[in-house]
């Protein structure tokens, strides 16, 4: 079964640092674009970049461009999405998914999602 | 490129036939994905390539169009179909800006 895993919830201070993870499972990881969709509470899903865990071709959403930044480590399946300082409007569920060997496919699966939290 | 979709809200009975449009500011070809969200889950891929079924899903639903407008179709609204749906194009993949789907 292809599968997509997500790290947990985070409670983070603003100001903080923090990496959370995406592993995959039940298919070539290398093979595959995956992608990151932010959720803010309420509200719809917004685009956030791709990467490709084969050779690490990342693209971002200019929304969030220098904002954060995707990686991944083909050796153990996983790929992250980390920020250098958090803010209180980084607070947001955050989606991992796989894009379709061909561009036109979609994403599926989608991991669980992981809640973020920033607060003082 | 970016995605409009309407209506943003829309309230349908079990039976009904609904549509969702998505408009496209430029042409995407047929590269438009649809996905399903319920409350406190992630989405779920319902169609690719503007009118491809993802495998699993039910045959009520169906996407058409290409180019700029293209359209989500539930022929008959089951009670597990009360989401919001979204469409997504698949050149630079942002969103557009969801329909929910309430109970009448």
């Known amino acids: 079964e292809v599968q997509l895993v997500q790290s947990g919830a985070e409670v983070k201070k603003p100001g903080e640092s923090l990496k959370i993870s995406c592993k995959g499972s039940g298919y070539s990881f290398t093979s595959y674009w995956i992608g990151w969709v932010r959720q803010m509470p309420g509200k719809g899903l917004e685009w956030m970049g791709i990467?490709?865990?084969?050779?690490?071709?990342?693209r971002y959403s200019p929304s969030f461009q220098g904002q954060v930044t995707i990686s991944a480590d083909k050796s153990i399946s996983t790929a992250y999405l980390q920020w250098s300082s958090l803010k209180a409007s980084d607070t947001a569920m955050y989606y991992c998914a796989r894009r379709g060997s061909l561009r036109a496919e979609g994403f599926d699966p989608w991991g669980q999602g992981t809640l973020v939290t920033v607060s003082s | 490129i970016q995605l409009t979709q309407s209506p943003s809200f829309l309230s349908a009975s079990v039976g009904d036939r609904v549509t969702i449009t998505c408009r496209a500011s430029?042409?995407?070809?047929?590269?438009l994905a649809w996905y399903q969200q319920k409350p406190g889950k992630a989405p779920k891929l319902l169609i690719y390539a503007a009118s491809t079924l993802q495998s699993g899903v039910p045959s009520r639903f169906s996407g058409s169009g290409s180019g700029t407008e293209f359209t989500l179709t539930i022929s008959s609204l089951q009670p597990e179909d009360f989401a919001t749906y979204y469409c997504q194009q698949l050149n630079s993949y942002p969103f557009g800006g969801g329909t929910k789907v309430e109970i009448k």
């Open positions: 430029q042409g995407i070809s047929s590269y």
């Open positions: 990467i490709y865990p084969g050779d690490s071709d990342t």
